[in-house]
């Protein structure tokens, strides 16, 4: 039987305000209150892919309310309620345009452009003679600008303050949060025999209140190497083993695209998706410590409908 898919949402829910739909997520806005949708569209290089991911959203999800839930300790969050496992709800904050990015490890778009010359990112300066995937000596904060359409583009602190995009006092909070969430999420990576090489964060405000918001530690905001092996491979200079959405990028740009002008997305297979699907499986299990239990209906759209407006 094929794995059920969500590929998104169109509901007009009473005292309904407003409908966003972003990369992967369909985003209710309600009175004081937003309502998201975790669909199984997969993005890369900020392009939405033809075919969405099964199981992709719920992952997305879980993780996500799990992490939120276990953080509460550390930071305030915007999460209240997880009605169905693609759906979370909670408070409607003023999000911050800046996304805080966090990298403990030379990785991704921080090893692409150290690869090509660069030793700032963000100005924050890197050392000479760093191979790909090497552990930075401390984890570095290098943030960008959320873009609602295009490329989101690197900032520097100094940059987002002249801007006034944060106010000091602000950034100065989030930039404590960031590290400490961070630091959990090592731990926690560490006792699962993962190395959280790094993730992103997102912030907005309520009564003025900073909260994190959206996700945290998911498989589409974080990058994860195994740890067992990983020394070994460096010092041979192989690829890392990792569970992350990277391998998606590098599908895409073995197969001629990386978001470029005029290229054209590889075809997706049945294959292609059904083993991003299982990459995806695998990486909530290590990430969680959970099994992972897939859904038994087929038609995931009137069940996600059903479970909100029972709590609506």
């Excluded at 992709?56 to 993780?63: A, E, W």
């Excluded at 693609?86 to 966090?102: R, T």
């Excluded at 030793?119 to 984890?139: F, H, M, Q, S, Y």
Aim: hydrophobic share 35%.
């Amino acid at each position: 039987m094929a794995r059920p898919t969500l590929q998104g949402t169109n509901f007009n829910f009473p005292g309904q305000k407003s409908l966003y739909r972003g990369k992967v997520r369909d985003v209710y806005g309600f009175e004081d209150i937003l309502l998201m949708v975790a669909t199984d569209r997969i993005s890369a290089f900020d392009v939405v892919l033809p075919r969405p991911i099964p199981y992709k959203g719920q992952i997305l999800n879980q993780i996500a309310s799990e992490c939120l839930i276990a953080t509460r300790h550390i930071v305030p969050n915007w999460l209240e309620s997880t009605p169905d496992p693609n759906v979370s709800i909670g408070k409607k904050c003023a999000a911050f345009q800046v996304e805080m990015v966090i990298r403990g490890y030379l990785a991704g778009h921080a090893w692409r452009e150290y690869r090509d010359g660069k030793r700032a990112i963000c100005g924050v300066p890197l050392p000479e003679g760093l191979k790909e995937n090497d552990r930075l000596p401390t984890p570095i904060i290098t943030p960008s600008t959320k873009a609602h359409e295009g490329h989101d583009e690197d900032i520097s602190r100094e940059e987002i303050l002249a801007q006034g995009l944060v106010a000091e006092r602000d950034y100065d909070l989030m930039e404590k949060y960031t590290f400490a969430l961070f630091e959990y999420g090592t731990k926690v990576a560490d006792e699962r025999g993962l190395i959280l090489v790094d993730t992103k964060y997102e912030f907005g405000k309520h009564e003025d209140t900073i909260y994190l918001i959206d996700e945290a530690h998911t498989p589409d905001s974080s990058r994860y190497f195994y740890k067992e092996g990983y020394e070994e491979r460096q010092q041979k200079g192989e690829k890392q083993k990792q569970l992350s959405k990277e391998f998606v990028r590098q599908w895409l740009i073995e197969n001629g695209f990386q978001g470029k002008t005029g290229q054209q997305v590889p075809e997706m297979t049945d294959e292609v998706v059904n083993n991003i699907s299982d990459r995806y499986i695998e990486l909530y299990e290590k990430v969680s410590g959970n099994k992972f239990v897939a859904p038994t209906e087929q038609d995931l759209l009137a069940r996600v409908e059903s479970n909100i407006k029972k709590i609506l």
